[in-house]
């Protein structure tokens, strides 16, 4: 008997004295809601924020030295005495955070968080787990006082596995002239080539087409992302009495500094309806260019793009002079385009920093 009072005695004084050397950063995160997605969005997301300031998620409670606790419940509004669920207008549900100290099991904060639709609460989970966790003692961390969180440095806009992106484009399509089939190289005629009748000369064309683009773009590695847009820009230039729409990928190349991010990249470009100004029209084409951004909130950049696009077979033209000159019946241009382009790119969902 009196062994076994010896053993629990020892064996209390042990767990108490491991629990009292848990390094302030070994946390615990747990929660409930009526709705299994909610728990599981809220689970993942705050582990995320977890492992990106720097804390150990421990698998029991007993691990680690502080509980992260979260509960999802309907919001109610009191009407006439009688407690309600909320109005349309209003927030359908309330995020309810706790922080608690494992050694004392006290609460150390407690604080409400009003939101209706998931996706809305990507922007927000990291600023909730920073203000729960700005209250651990960043001391008594382990490794020491360099492991404390520095959100002034933090560079998790630069590390988002997707980017919704959005921007303003000015391109401006070079048409040049080919000499095929023209006297001189440069003018279409009436007659016979050797002896022409008449004479009209001609010029390239310059066109800018200003737009607009939307795209996703994946960072599946923390060096290569991948996007696909949708382009649309103004078309012939002379009455814009149509609009261009395009396909495009991006494969790119992020070179990342703590303030810019350059991204290199090769670039494919499908138009969906070719210009009805051309009997034959190059929808294909292929380029690169190269993206600037700087930091636009904690989730986002904005950025500038510089790009350039060629198409490898002619723009083939029905000859616009005929009675005057009518020869040759067609004319051919070699088509390329170069851009300029701003916008903004919001990043959702946490890569690990590099």
Same mark, same amino acid.
């Given at each position: 008997m009196k062994n076994a009072l010896f053993f629990a005695v020892l064996t209390l004084f042990a767990v108490s004295s491991f629990a009292q050397s848990i390094p302030n950063d070994f946390l615990f995160i747990e929660g409930t809601a009526e709705n299994e997605e909610h728990r599981e969005f809220f689970l993942t997301n705050f582990a995320i924020e977890a492992a990106t300031f720097g804390y150990t998620v421990t698998k029991t409670k007993?691990?680690?030295?502080?509980? *992260?606790?979260?509960?999802?419940?309907?919001?109610?509004?009191?009407?006439? @005495?009688?407690?309600?669920? =909320?109005? +349309?207008?209003?927030?359908?549900?309330?995020?309810?955070?706790? #922080?608690?100290?494992?050694?004392?099991?006290?609460?150390?904060?407690?604080?409400?968080? *009003?939101?209706?639709? #998931?996706?809305?609460?990507?922007?927000?989970?990291?600023?909730?787990?920073?203000k729960a966790t700005v209250y651990i003692p960043p001391a008594a961390r382990s490794g020491g006082a360099d492991r404390t969180v520095k959100t002034e440095d933090d560079r998790g806009w630069q590390n988002k596995w997707?980017?919704?992106?959005?921007?303003?484009?000015?391109?401006?399509?070079?048409?040049?002239? &080919?000499?095929?089939?023209?006297? @001189?190289?440069?003018?279409?005629?009436? @007659?016979? *080539?050797?002896? +022409?009748?008449?004479?009209? +000369?001609?010029?390239? &064309?310059?066109?800018?087409?200003?737009? =607009?683009?939307? @795209?996703?773009?994946?960072? *599946?590695?923390?060096?290569?992302? #991948?996007?696909?847009?949708?382009?649309?820009?103004?078309?012939?230039?002379?009455?814009?009495?149509?609009?261009?729409? =395009?396909?495009?990928?991006?494969? &790119?190349?992020?070179?990342?500094?703590?303030f810019l991010i350059f991204e290199p990249y090769l670039? =494919?470009?499908?138009? #969906?309806?070719p210009s009805p100004l051309f009997t034959e029209f190059p929808s294909l084409s292929f380029g690169a260019g190269i993206q600037i951004a700087a930091k636009g909130g904690k989730h986002g950049t904005f950025f500038v793009d510089i790009n350039y696009l060629h198409s490898f077979t002619d723009a083939v033209m029905k000859n616009p002079y005929d009675p005057l000159a009518p020869n040759p019946e067609v004319l051919h241009y070699n088509r390329f385009v170069m851009g300029l382009g701003v916008g903004y790119k919001f990043g959702f969902f946490n890569k690990k920093k590099n």
């Open positions: 007993q691990e680690a030295a502080y509980t *992260f606790r979260f509960s999802v419940i309907p919001n109610t509004v009191m009407i006439d @005495g009688v407690q309600r669920p =909320a109005p +349309p207008n209003d927030n359908q549900y309330i995020l309810r955070i706790y #922080l608690i100290n494992n050694k004392d099991n006290m609460v150390v904060l407690r604080f409400d968080f *009003f939101f209706t639709q #998931l996706i809305e609460m990507y922007e927000y989970t990291q600023l909730i787990f920073l997707i980017y919704l992106r959005a921007s303003v484009n000015y391109p401006v399509v070079f048409h040049v002239l &080919k000499p095929t089939g023209l006297v @001189g190289g440069q003018a279409v005629y009436d @007659g016979t *080539f050797d002896a +022409p009748v008449d004479m009209i +000369p001609l010029e390239h &064309k310059i066109q800018p087409q200003p737009g =607009a683009t939307i @795209g996703i773009e994946f960072q *599946f590695l923390n060096f290569m992302s #991948l996007e696909a847009n949708f382009q649309v820009s103004m078309g012939d230039t002379s009455t814009y009495s149509y609009y261009n729409t =395009a396909a495009g990928a991006e494969l &790119k190349f992020p070179i990342k500094t703590p670039a =494919a470009n499908y138009l #969906l309806n």
